[in-house]
T-cell receptor, first 116, second 110 residues
Framework: DAGITQSPRHKVTETGTPVTLRCHQTENHRYMYWYRQDPGHGLRLIHY???????DKGEVSDGYSVSRSKTEDFLLTLESATSSQTSVYFC???????????????FGSGTQLSVL | DAKTTQPTSMDCAEGRAANLPCNHS???????VYWYRQIHSQGPQYIIH???NNETNEMASLIITEDRKSSTLILPHATLRDTAVYYC???????????FGAGTRLTVKP
């Protein structure tokens, strides 16, 4: 399995509080992604990074920010958590940029976030 | 990206081959077919992908029809641990996202 660690694995928080989820990889892959998974919606891309300090928005980026100060770490921050952000969050990495056509995504084990 | 259609659920007997179909009739020439699976409570796992030719790896085989409008993922000897949701994804060459739909829930039974 790819060396991807997500922390925390589970978190319960209150509406309006800030939350940061961490993704750590040991594969030295350049590209990292944050997805959320909800019943009826499948997996949806929140943000992605194509290098240190280089990030871009995905399909459902509103309410989320990201940072990547080191190759191995990609942080997802909910500045002011809302109940609609209750979800399972997955981090993924890839060696080549999605869009080259021949790339693969490797996923972490996920973080279950509950916003009350 | 082309839309994909998969059966909602399938059953397979342990030890038998599991054949999971996927329809992608609007696929274009530069779109790849990917298969991932997600075992309960885990992150999705890459299985295999292809463009035109059939592909095989240690996990599965991917059979793509000549007109590329459909494909089949084959797990040659299904085990109970293969019980999962299987996603068929068609991606455009220059698209930077991997869109997961509802997938097929495969249940391998003893």
């Amino acid at each position: 399995d790819a060396g991807i660690t997500q922390s925390p694995r589970h978190k319960v928080t209150e509406t309006g509080t800030p939350v940061t989820l961490r993704c750590h990889q040991t594969e030295n892959h350049r590209y990292m992604y944050w997805y959320r998974q909800d019943p009826g919606h499948g997996l949806r891309l929140i943000h992605y990074s194509y290098g240190v300090k280089d990030t871009d928005k995905g399909e459902v980026s509103d309410g989320y920010s990201v940072s990547r100060s080191k190759t191995e770490d990609f942080l997802l921050t909910l500045e002011s958590a809302t109940s609609s952000q209750t979800s399972v969050y997955f981090c993924a990495i890839s060696e080549s940029r999605l869009g080259q056509g021949d790339e693969k995504l490797f996923f972490g084990s996920g973080t279950q976030l509950s916003v009350l | 990206d082309a839309k994909t259609t998969q059966p909602t659920s399938m059953d397979c007997a342990e030890g038998r081959a599991a054949n999971l179909p996927c329809n992608h009739s609007t696929i274009s020439g530069n779109e790849y077919v990917y298969w991932y699976r997600q075992i309960h409570s885990q992150g999705p796992q890459y299985i295999i992908h292809g463009l035109k030719n059939n592909e095989t790896n240690e996990m599965a085989s991917l059979i793509i029809t000549e007109d590329r409008k459909s494909s089949t993922l084959i797990l040659p000897h299904a085990t109970l641990r293969d019980t999962a949701v299987y996603y068929c994804i068609v991606r455009r060459y220059n698209n930077n996202d991997m869109r997961f739909g509802a997938g097929t829930r495969l249940t391998v039974k003893p």
